[in-house]
């Protein structure tokens, strides 16, 4: 199963209800096989957290929250998938009884293949944009041979009562969405489905294991297991359940396999968690003291710290993250500082955190706007996924040389990789038309990386002051996974550029420079 943070900001569109910083859900998806028909399907998951909503009231005078979901499934040009629903909440009586969250599960056939998934979440309740979601999946099952489906862990297995689409085999089971398990949560619950093992075992029965093992070392812990019998069959369904209660804090594998008559591993599968159980001491657990994390006894520094690890974790860590930082727990937080650059540099991991702490203290240092710390900016953000740019250029009054009968009469010093411009000052009320030839473009800075990881060299990021306020947003990117607005070079010059018309900043951009 893939799992993911979702996030949007909220703005206020409703006087009746007070605005949210965020709305803020989980998804996730699954897939199986019915071998019978030869046929793969795609399960999706959502969960929100009501309290992060927008809730209106309604006209009999409860309250309730609503979000524009749109779910689409390519391949290559074609689109296999499309859903667009209004996904309504419960509703509440009152604005005081918003602390649950509720699910959404989706379920459509799609065939072997690799798909990109687009999904795009907006909270009716606000004026915020719709929060995105890009995931490559991939469909692979087969006729012939013994597959696993997703592995997919469970919250809630209680009989069926009437048939549903959490319904399986007599049972509703409702997914488990989070990658976090807090102290609360005992069992490690999950289902899976196995296929045509009776075309390698035929009628003889095969052994099904699960159990926990250390995320960083691979240690298994023997005392908590799960071990059942299955008979062959072209369709097994399997749910275990593992009692964790006396699981430690900390990052691990689910791991199950299929073993036959003679022991022999046949199909083996595993999937990542993190567990937050601080009343348990595991090993090493109480010398977190003795480690750089150590050092950090201000439990709202140390807040800080976890918070600013969100622009290079994983979907897993941000989940902790969140978690983690909500509530107090000095040893937790600084067990999780540790773990986090442990898993990234075991030999040295305080090293690979005081390089990325440098970047923290810059960003809070020279990107904080107030009310809003750097690491939550988008300059902070690429600074701290990527680095510190290779070549800046910051411009607060650019007027274009493409002057009418004029030739470029700006001057630049690339000293220090950073372009100041020398361009007198421009009246705000100039920057309405495109007087005598010129184009005003309002306050921006170009970012250039020469090379990014997984990435093509010279990736460039543009971000904009659009209020003139000193607070940048980023405009448009080349590099994957980044906003992409074609429309970017209008805005930033209040439309005064033509539709598909490249100006000077355009040319800057494509340059890089």
Known sequence: MKRIVVMAMALCLSALVPAKAQMQALFGYSTFYLPEQDKPYMETYLQFDAWTMQFVQQPDGVYRATVEVTLVVRQGDSVCVLK????????????????????????????????NLELSLRDKGTEAPAAMVNEKVVVSYDREHPVISSLQPMSEVTPTVKQNILSRGGYDMEPYISDFYPQQVEEMKFYFEVYNIDKELGHKPFVVMAYIEQYETGTRYEDMQFVTRKNSSSLVPVYGSIDMSNLPSGNYNLVVELRNRDNQTMLYKKITFYRSNPGVKGQGLSDFATTFAGKY???????????????????????????????????????????????????NPEAEWLKYKERVDYVQEHFSYPRTPGIHTDRGRVY?????PDFIRDEKNYVSANRIGEGNTHATDIANSTVQTTQPYVPEGMYQGNSQGHIYYLPYQLWRYNKLDTDDP???FLFWDEHRS????????NARGEVQDPMWERRLSRQQLGENVLGEVGEQFRRGY
């Open 470 to 477: 000193g607070y940048y947003t980023l405009l448009n990117s």
């Open 458 to 460: 010279n990736r460039v």
């Open 384 to 388: 701290l996924q990527y680095g510190p």
């Open 84 to 115: 667009k629903y209004d996904l309504n909440s419960p509703t509440v009586g009152s604005l005081d009884e918003m602390d649950f969250s509720f699910i959404d599960v989706q379920r459509f056939s799609l065939g072997n293949g690799v798909y």
């Open 297 to 347: 006894t201000d439990e709202e520094q140390l807040n800080t710290y976890i918070d600013a690890l969100w622009a290079v974790a994983s979907d897993v860590e941000r989940s902790v993250s969140k978690d983690i930082i909500r509530r107090p727990g000095l040893e937790e937080k600084q067990a999780f500082l540790y773990r986090f650059w442990m898993a990234r540099n075991a030999l």
